[in-house]
């Protein structure tokens, strides 16, 4: 009961800000899609193969967001944005271990960890299970840990940050399954 207490109070005082719901989603569609570049630059420079290619494959989705936030359309994406990823994670793998000649260092592992957080967390997100955002949290923390290791210790603040978009959403749709009563 308790816990049920706290989130939904953390929801009143969201709430209470009064913050247009659908300019926020347009303009954090809009944010996403202009840090793309930066990162895929920043990938590239430093050989991150794997997270450069999965950082590309998400260009279509944030479009796609994007055109459903204005439109205001509540869509499913279409059935082939998850064969784009898959894609092209493949090829920044096969990218990786081509140029580091297997899989032999810490900064591919990290990617790797990065990848499959981000694949499992999709997974439950699209089941409708909310522990997909525990999933995007520990895809941010090897995110923070591989900027560590390209010595970009500004971007770790970054990502530290967007923890807590993600846990935000995360506190949001444990409250709405709280008002639903389907916790």
Partial sequence: MAKKIIWISVYRFLESLNIDKTKLKIWSWISLLIGIPFWLILFKIQNN?????LEA??????????IFSVKGLNKKEPFWIKYV?????????HQSISYYNGINNEIQITEIIMVFTFLIGNYYLTKGKNTGYI??????????????????????????????????????????KLENGSV
């Fill in 85 to 93: 990823v898959i894609y092209s994670i493949v090829y920044g793998l």
């Fill in 49 to 53: 193969s794997i997270a450069l290619a």
């Fill in 135 to 176: 999933y995007y949290i520990l895809m941010h923390v090897s995110c923070i840990y591989l900027m560590y290791l390209n010595e970009y210790h500004g971007l770790m603040w970054q990502q530290l940050i967007s923890i807590g978009f993600v846990v935000d959403a995360y506190i949001i749709s444990k409250i709405k």
């Fill in 57 to 66: 494959s998400a260009i279509p989705s944030i479009v796609i967001g994007l």
